[in-house]
């Protein structure tokens, strides 16, 4: 029963730490933004996740090992969960090494006067965060199948 609950605490964070990211990539994208738009929308966003997606990242990561652990008997689970944290482990890498310093810079701005560089910044933003939503998505995927093999397949 602790092993089930595990799972499904590690699969309704990830997937919501994923359908963050996705969403932000599917609704967020700042290519047609005014600077001003921009340097406010990200701004309030940085605001919001800055601290609570990365500790949430470090907590699926975790819960993510444990299942692996707890899974050392079959082989093919405790593979497909260990992938799993290393997409996540990227996912977060992405975040603190691209993202991160990048939020830092935009958040000196002001809307009114972005410097004469947002758009390679935004852009190089853009790109770091479609790299850690690939790579949560590659997580989750690998988190659903491998807790999708413990069904009987006669149900």
């Known amino acids: 029963m602790t092993t089930t609950i595990i799972r499904f605490i590690t699969l309704l964070l990830v997937a919501l730490l994923v359908g963050t990211m996705f969403g932000i990539m599917i609704g967020f994208n700042p290519a047609a933004l005014t600077p001003s738009t921009y340097v406010e929308q990200q701004q309030h966003a940085i605001r ?27 082989r093919l689970k405790r593979y497909m969960f260990l992938s799993a944290m290393v997409c996540l482990i990227v ?3 992405a975040t603190r090494f691209g993202n991160q310093p990048i939020n830092s810079v935009v958040m000196t701005w002001t809307p009114q006067t972005p410097p004469s560089n947002w758009i390679e910044l935004r852009n190089l933003w853009w790109q770091w965060h479609i790299v850690r ?19 009987n397949p006669a149900s």
């Open 133 to 151: 939503t690939m790579a949560g998505v590659a997580a989750l995927c690998l988190i659903i199948v491998s807790v999708l093999l413990d069904r």
């Open 48 to 74: 919001a996740l800055n601290t609570i997606m990365p500790l949430w990242g470090v907590a699926c990561i975790i819960l993510t090992i444990v299942l692996a652990i707890l899974t050392k008997e079959d």
């Open 91 to 93: 996912a977060g890498v």
